[in-house]
């Protein structure tokens, strides 16, 4: 097999701004605005030194701002960090967008612009087009005021515990508790999770209509009826539209979660269980302890490591990299932010991985999914352009759901025992299943809450039981636990910090089981072809870059249902050695 060579990757070469430039204030930043506002363009060549260094800046600014981001989130009680990140978003942030509009304007009226080579700048254009015609002057505050809110939700979870065994203990790290094999004690955890995020319910309920009312005043500034219809034009979703993604949630609605039941069924037959409830979901069907496939958070990086070095030795660098730099924040404590990411930094080149590691499957399976995130990372480092490097999501979520697949012929290293290895990839493979019906559950209900911006908390908590009801499980019996399931979507992070941002999730995830089947065909050519894939950054349309991959972007009912089918062929292969 081919592999990709690595290095430690080089900072981005700055010829516009000094290479120990560190912003701080935004009289320091300013001059470098006023030198591309400024600066005459009296040719194509001009106009694309113009445009890089235009990049350089932007690289820099990024770099800064996920630095500030990744402060707060490592530690939510640091003053300090809080300050700095609240400074860039209030007083930095404004600025920058206002520039930012001018300088696109400049791209757009200047009269080189078309003689620039269509095929290297044809997703950059497409964007400062899109850009411009969404600016409005009106929306900088409200942007900002929206940034600022919506990260009130990260603050509340971040503070919220439970007592178990005498200890206090985050949210995330009770939520393991649920694979423990006594069936009272999990009942027990389950309640206390959830009474616990009603306690703050109200607040919950307040900080989202809060962020509705702004959002949809957002909308309206520029020209929109509704939020939803500006937001999929602010995501630059040129490759698939709305009716796209209700064909995504009618796929997964009558092909995947009928799969979904007959493993539901299986699982209540397994557990030998009267009613199947939502506190039996994670427990292993073979009635054995929870799998614990790392001691502490050095031993799984070690063993990540050597697990995607065999995949492709590219992958073990890749991570050995970042671990020798620093760039690995993986264990849960109190303080921390809740939640998961690969934090691209687009000037040093090595990215950074954020979790909250709780020695359990779903740790392994989250390193492996930013492992993915952070291998994309360092294949894009080398482009000028930095919007090459900011992939959409589409695209940086296959990179990432398809390792998690990809990296299971090789989790021997995290599991000796033949058994605790089938029974690691069935919780996997159920999981891949499992999520589609959520992930369409929640995209569903926000297109219904940004189309109807005047509903009443009552009328929005009645359409999200009707949607979850359409999305769940018939197997799973939640009666009298209603009080639960009206805010379940409290839980949902993407929908308070980032609207819209979780379909792509699952339009991943049907790309992922694609690569995969095609892995299990030909393995050596679909590891070639996913790293071509990724190494085209964001330079193609996302239909091209899934081609490259050798897999469609297609949510027809008919192909979500071969790859449905082929999933639970899998898993009914290792069923059956139980």
Same mark, same amino acid.
């Given at each position: 097999?081919?592999?990709?060579?690595?290095?430690?990757?080089?900072?981005?070469?700055?010829?516009?701004?000094?290479?120990?430039?560190?912003?701080?204030?935004?009289?320091?930043?300013?001059?470098?605005?006023?030198?591309?506002?400024?600066?005459?363009?009296?040719?194509?060549?001009?106009?694309?030194?113009?445009?890089?260094?235009?990049?350089?800046?932007?690289?820099?600014?990024?770099?800064?701002?996920?630095?500030? #981001?990744?402060?707060?989130?490592?530690?939510?009680?640091?003053?300090?960090?809080?300050?700095? #990140?609240? @400074?860039?978003?209030?007083?930095?942030?404004?600025?920058?967008?206002?520039?930012?509009?001018?300088?696109?304007?400049?791209?757009?009226?200047?009269? #080189?612009?078309?003689?620039?080579?269509?095929?290297?700048?044809?997703?950059?254009?497409?964007?400062?087009?899109?850009?411009?015609?969404?600016?409005?002057?009106?929306?900088?505050?409200?942007?900002?005021?929206?940034?600022?809110?919506?990260?009130?939700?990260?603050?509340?979870?971040?503070?919220?515990?439970?007592?178990?065994?005498?200890?206090?203990?985050?949210?995330?790290?009770?939520?393991?508790?649920?694979?423990?094999?006594?069936?009272? #004690?999990?009942?027990?955890?389950?309640?206390?999770?959830?009474?616990?995020?009603?306690?703050?319910?109200?607040?919950?309920?307040?900080?989202?209509?809060?962020?509705?009312?702004?959002?949809?005043?957002?909308?309206?500034?520029?020209?929109?009826?509704?939020?939803?219809?500006?937001?999929?034009?602010?995501?630059?979703?040129?490759? @698939?539209?709305?009716?796209?993604?209700?064909?995504?949630?009618?796929?997964?609605?009558?092909?995947?979660?009928?799969?979904?039941?007959?493993?539901?069924?299986?699982?209540?037959?397994?557990?030998?269980?009267?009613?199947?409830?939502?506190?039996?979901? %994670?427990?292993?069907? *073979?009635?054995?302890?929870?799998?614990?496939?790392?001691?502490?958070?050095?031993?799984?990086?070690?063993?990540?490591?050597?697990?995607?070095?065999?995949?492709?030795?590219?992958?073990?660098?890749?991570?050995?990299?970042?671990?020798?730099?620093?760039?690995?924040?993986?264990?849960?404590?109190?303080? /921390?932010?809740?939640?998961?990411?690969?934090?691209?930094?687009?000037? *040093?080149?090595?990215?950074?991985?954020?979790?909250?590691?709780?020695?359990?499957?779903?740790?392994?399976?989250?390193?492996?999914?930013?492992?993915?995130?952070?291998?994309?990372?360092?294949?894009?480092?080398?482009?000028?352009?930095?919007?090459?490097?900011?992939?959409? =999501?589409?695209?940086?979520?296959?990179?990432?759901?398809?390792?998690?697949?990809?990296?299971?012929? %090789?989790?021997?290293?995290?599991?000796?025992?033949?058994?605790?290895?089938?029974?690691?990839?069935?919780?996997?493979?159920?999981?891949?299943?499992?999520?589609?019906?959520?992930?369409?559950?929640?995209?569903?209900?926000?297109?219904?809450?940004?189309?109807?911006?005047?509903?009443?908390?009552?009328?929005?908590? *009645? /359409?999200?039981?009707?949607?979850?009801?359409?999305? =769940?499980?018939?197997?799973?019996?939640?009666?009298?636990?209603?009080?639960?399931?009206?805010?379940?979507?409290?839980?949902?992070?993407?929908?308070?910090?980032?609207?819209?941002? @979780?379909?792509?999730?699952?339009?991943?995830?049907?790309?992922?089981?694609?690569?995969?089947?095609? @892995?299990?065909?030909?393995?050596?050519?679909?590891?070639?072809?996913?790293?071509?894939?990724?190494?085209?950054?964001?330079?193609?349309?996302?239909?091209?870059?899934?081609?490259?991959?050798?897999?469609?972007?297609?949510?027809?009912?008919?192909?979500?249902?071969?790859?449905?089918?082929?999933?639970?062929?899998?898993?009914?292969?290792?069923?059956?050695?139980?």
């Amino acid at each position: 097999m081919r592999s990709t060579a690595l290095t430690v990757p080089e900072p981005r070469r700055q010829k516009f701004l000094p290479r120990n430039f560190e912003l701080t204030v935004w009289g320091e930043l300013k001059p470098y605005y006023d030198d591309l506002l400024e600066r005459p363009i009296n040719s194509v060549q001009d106009l694309e030194e113009w445009i890089k260094d235009r990049s350089e800046l932007d690289a820099v600014v990024s770099e800064s701002f996920a630095w500030r #981001y990744i402060k707060i989130t490592v530690n939510s009680g640091d003053k300090e960090a809080a300050d700095n #990140y609240q @400074y860039a978003v209030q007083e930095l942030a404004p600025r920058i967008t206002s520039f930012e509009n001018q300088l696109n304007n400049i791209l757009v009226d200047s009269p #080189y612009k078309n003689q620039l080579n269509q095929e290297e700048y044809f997703i950059y254009l497409r964007g400062i087009l899109n850009s411009v015609d969404l600016f409005r002057e009106d929306n900088i505050p409200l942007a900002t005021e929206v940034q600022l809110k919506a990260k009130e939700y990260g603050r509340i979870f971040s503070e919220m515990t439970i007592g178990v065994n005498g200890r206090q203990m985050t949210l995330q790290k009770a939520g393991s508790l649920l694979e423990e094999p006594d069936r009272n #004690y999990r009942e027990g955890i389950y309640h206390k999770i959830n009474q616990r995020i009603r306690k703050d319910s109200l607040h919950l309920e307040q900080l989202f209509d809060d962020l509705l009312v702004k959002r949809h005043d957002i909308a309206q500034n520029a020209g929109f009826e509704n939020f939803r219809d500006f937001k999929f034009k602010a995501l630059g979703r040129f490759d @698939y539209s709305v009716d796209d993604c209700i064909d995504f949630h009618e796929s997964i609605q009558y092909e995947i979660l009928p799969i979904v039941n007959d493993l539901n069924k299986f699982r209540k037959k397994a557990l030998d269980l009267k009613a199947l409830r939502p506190w039996d979901l %994670h427990v292993d069907t *073979s009635g054995k302890a929870p799998l614990r496939p790392f001691e502490d958070s050095d031993e799984l990086v070690e063993r990540a490591i050597t697990c995607l070095s065999r995949l492709n030795p590219f992958f073990g660098e890749a991570i050995t990299i970042m671990r020798d730099k620093g760039h690995l924040d993986l264990e849960s404590r109190k303080g /921390k932010r809740p939640g998961g990411y690969n934090m691209p930094l687009h000037l *040093s080149g090595i990215p950074f991985i954020f979790m909250n590691a709780t020695n359990s499957l779903n740790d392994m399976r989250t390193l492996m999914h930013e492992s993915g995130h952070a291998i994309h990372s360092l294949l894009t480092h080398d482009y000028e352009l930095s919007s090459a490097k900011r992939v959409p =999501s589409e695209v940086a979520e296959l990179a990432a759901m398809t390792m998690e697949l990809l990296s299971m012929d %090789h989790w021997d290293i995290f599991f000796e025992n033949e058994d605790d290895l089938r029974r690691a990839k069935i919780g996997q493979l159920e999981n891949v299943l499992k999520v589609l019906p959520w992930i369409a559950t929640i995209d569903k209900f926000q297109h219904w809450i940004y189309q109807h911006p005047n509903h009443s908390r009552v009328e929005r908590r *009645s /359409k999200w039981l009707s949607i979850l009801q359409d999305f =769940s499980s018939a197997e799973v019996d939640r009666s009298g636990l209603q009080q639960y399931s009206e805010y379940l979507w409290h839980k949902q992070l993407h929908l308070f910090e980032v609207p819209f941002y @979780y379909i792509e999730y699952g339009m991943a995830q049907l790309g992922a089981i694609a690569i995969w089947k095609k @892995y299990r065909e030909q393995p050596e050519q679909a590891i070639e072809q996913y790293i071509e894939a990724l190494k085209m950054g964001y330079t193609r349309p996302i239909k091209e870059i899934y081609a490259e991959a050798g897999i469609n972007f297609d949510f027809s009912r008919e192909y979500v249902s071969e790859l449905g089918k082929f999933v639970k062929e899998e898993l009914v292969q290792l069923m059956d050695g139980q």
